[in-house]
């Protein structure tokens, strides 16, 4: 689990390990300058050009300190200062001053902007803003963004990309696009997020000798994973029976559609699930009984009592499924009604049975902390009456004011997935890609939480791991098929081989 912090927090690390621990401020400065220029020795031979633009602030100091070292280690080297250098800061001033003594070249935007345009250097190192950023970039600061993303140079963001918020992820009228953001100590949530994500290149997280979130006064609850956190993963003890790994039960589809029943309920099943039974319109049972084969398949029929059927399913369930594919014709509301109010048991809630809910907004008043809501943008919009543009802008806020108002844990699925529970935790899910944007994987996502909540992992950690597990078997699936022609079936068949990783 990597912890992801907003700008106030890291700041607060960076404050305590100097004035608390004692940590001087230019030996951290010099380890994250080193940390860059090694990241860049390993990419390019000595003697390439390399343009480091920096602005007057501690940003800018690391940048006079990787300008530095790179000239040392033989690489040709200019420096484009932006800003009025006598008001920068202490360290910064310090590092400058070396510069000029070791007579490293330096220059204006004037002098140094139409040799980047016309491609004099090789590498461009940004060192204009740090984490602090919080209004757009003006005058000449703006316009060496622009000729940073207009020169053909690789691009190393130093921390975090100039132009960008470390808290939100949205962009201050112009960013710079890097192909490499070396950043220290943390993540930061805002590089995590759309559409700062897509500025920020691969994300290289380098320990420069912080102290630990843990060790200050404050904590982090924004967190992701990585692949060692699949140790996670309920274990298998090898003496028992499949009613050791729980009953699914999964309340989908209708008399026209059965093909997200059978997803949810094959997901399952591959995600360890002892026992599936599939609780579907009659029309379509024989259906899912072919396709799935081991499958416990109930038919009811809409028109008569099915409260008995369900009745009698949800008392063998240890985690129910509803939602996926049930329409939105009226008994679809008797039926998530009755199932919100009775179930005593996990419960994930997809789908049309959001829609159902959306629509019928007394239904939002049963949720609560047993309850996992797996909606997308659009669904979101309609459970919350909120505008997509906000939901998009804000996920993490707008799925923590949801689950601390419901009590559900909010599954808010985008191109980044946000998973928040009433504690306020928040989960930020880093794998998956845009093959996956494809019908039916949603299904599979649920499947696969309730999977795991079968297996008595905790609800949140089911919910969280689930979505982590998803995407990386989307990226295992991208990998054999391309983004084009990846279904949602694709992704079932990898989870075996995410499972299946040395580190479980």
Do not use: W
């Not at 909120?386 to 923590?400: E, F, L, Q, R």
């Amino acid at each position: 689990m990597r912890y992801l912090l907003n700008s106030s927090q890291m700041k607060h690390v960076d404050y305590y390990s100097i004035n608390n621990i004692g940590i001087p401020s230019m030996v951290l400065m010099e380890r994250a300058a080193l940390a860059v220029a090694d990241e860049l020795e390993g990419r390019f031979d000595n003697g390439k050009r390399i343009l480091v633009v920096c602005g007057t602030g501690n940003n800018g100091a690391d940048g006079l300190a990787i300008a530095r070292i790179m000239f040392q280690r033989g690489y040709r080297t200019d420096i484009m200062l932006l800003g009025d250098s006598d008001m920068g800061t202490e360290e910064y001033r310090q590092q400058l001053n070396i510069i000029k003594n070791m007579g490293i070249h330096y220059g204006n935007i004037n002098e140094l902007s139409e040799y980047i345009v016309k491609g004099r250097y090789d590498i461009c190192v940004d060192a204009i803003f740090g984490i602090g950023l919080s209004r757009t970039p003006m005058g000449e600061y703006y316009d060496a963004i622009e000729y940073i993303n207009m020169s053909e140079c690789f691009v190393a963001a130093v921390d975090i990309p100039s132009g960008i918020s470390a808290d939100t992820g949205m962009l201050y009228g112009v960013a710079v696009r890097a192909d490499i953001t070396v950043t220290f100590g943390y993540g930061k949530l805002g590089m995590t997020l759309y559409p700062a994500a897509q500025y920020c290149g691969e994300i290289i997280i380098k320990d420069i000798g912080f102290v630990s979130i843990n060790a200050t006064e404050q904590r982090s609850n924004v967190f992701t994973y990585d692949k060692a956190d699949l140790c996670l993963l309920p274990k298998r003890n090898p003496n028992t029976h499949k009613g050791s790994f729980g009953r699914v039960l999964v309340i989908a589809g209708s008399e026209e559609m059965s093909g997200a029943a059978y997803l949810s309920a094959k997901a399952a099943y591959r995600m360890g699930a002892g026992l599936v039974e599939v609780l579907i319109p009659q029309n379509n049972a024989g259906i899912i009984r072919s396709l799935l084969p081991e499958a416990i398949v109930t038919g009811y029929s809409p028109e008569e009592n099915f409260i008995e059927r369900i009745n009698t399913a949800m008392t063998n369930a240890d985690v129910i499924v509803t939602g996926p594919g049930m329409g939105t014709k009226a008994y679809v509301k008797d039926i998530v009604s009755y199932v919100m109010q009775y179930s005593e048991v996990p419960l994930i809630i997809d789908a049309d049975a959001l829609n159902t809910m959306a629509s019928n907004r007394q239904l939002l008043s049963k949720l609560n902390t047993r309850m996992v809501v797996t909606p997308h943008i659009k669904e979101m919009e309609r459970l919350t009456e909120s505008k997509i543009s906000d939901i998009k802008n804000n996920p993490v806020d707008t799925a923590k004011t949801f689950s601390n108002i419901t009590g559900a844990i909010c599954v808010l699925k985008d191109a980044r997935t946000v998973v928040a529970s009433k504690e306020g935790d928040v989960y930020i899910n880093l794998s998956g890609n845009e093959g996956m944007a494809t019908g039916g994987s949603g299904d599979v996502l649920t499947g696969i939480i309730a999977g795991l909540a079968a297996q008595k992992l905790e609800l949140y950690r089911a919910a969280t791991l689930g979505v982590y597990i998803h995407g990386l078997a989307g990226d295992k699936a991208k990998e054999q098929l391309g983004s084009y022609s990846l279904m949602a079936g694709d992704i079932i068949e990898n989870i075996s081989r995410v499972t299946s990783e040395d580190l479980i």
